[in-house]
């Protein structure tokens, strides 16, 4: 079998050079979908409005007094950072070392504040499972910041 493999790959090169000549793969371009984007934080923007004053979505949502300190401050300004970012990436068209430099940071910072505000206290006032429910939130949230991350620093370290 594996001398008529061998035999048959000869017989196409000599038959069809050029399927035989190496070809570089194009590289990566660091290009995005505007359009795409555009959408992606049009909805992020409006995700952050909802976060801002839950009420108005949720009328039964509301944020514990405690969590309305400092640890919504931080979320929020990393947030407003993080749309400001994607926006110049999206002005630009794309990707560069700088804004991929600052996105990994973003993320990193914000996983980090995410999880202290949700582990030192509540989030939400109303007794039922919105705050239980928020571990399961945070999981996924720093599993899609995990991948996001492992992929920016694969693409940078390129």
């Given at each position: ?62 944020y ?6 400092p640890r ?87």
């Amino acid at each position: 079998m594996l001398v008529t493999v061998f035999a048959l790959g000869a017989y196409t090169r000599r038959r069809w050079p050029g399927t035989a000549r190496w070809k570089p793969r194009p590289p990566e371009s660091d290009e995005i979908n505007r359009l795409g984007h555009a959408a992606a934080w049009i909805f992020y923007v409006c995700g952050t409005i909802a976060l801002v004053n839950p009420g108005d979505v949720f009328p039964w949502l509301d944020y514990d007094p405690a969590f309305l300190g400092p640890r919504a401050v931080v979320v929020l300004a990393l947030l407003v950072a993080s749309l400001v970012l994607y926006a110049v990436v999206i002005a630009h068209g794309r990707w560069d070392r700088l804004t991929r430099r600052v996105a990994i940071g973003f993320d990193l910072v914000l996983a980090v504040a995410l999880t202290l505000a949700l582990a030192t206290g509540r989030v939400f006032a109303e007794e039922m499972r919105v705050d239980e429910i928020k571990w399961y939130v945070l999981a996924g949230t720093l599993l899609i910041v995990a991948v996001d991350v492992t992929q920016k620093v694969r693409r940078e370290r390129r």
